[in-house]
């Protein structure tokens, strides 16, 4: 499932995230995949999760940063 992070505190360790559907989802430290966990601001930023049920509700796990195509610069032409 495919997803926008909202915010994630690293002091606390959590965080949540908005899903295609709508859904807003809890996100702890844990449910991020090794080296895919937000380092600075990760406010709007894609990811790919999938959701577990717990006895508090829903929550993401297997959160992994979505890699987003890199955009060449636009090249300037010349004048002739």
Known sequence: MDGTMLFFNQEKDYGFIRTADGERIAVNRA???????????????????????????????????????????ARRRSAR
Do not use: N
């Open 31 to 73: 449910g991020f995949v090794a080296g895919h966990a937000p380092e600075g601001s990760c406010a709007g930023m894609p990811v790919h999760l999938t959701l577990a049920e717990t006895d508090e509700g829903r929550i993401a796990c297997g959160v992994s940063m979505a890699v987003q195509a890199e955009h060449g610069r």
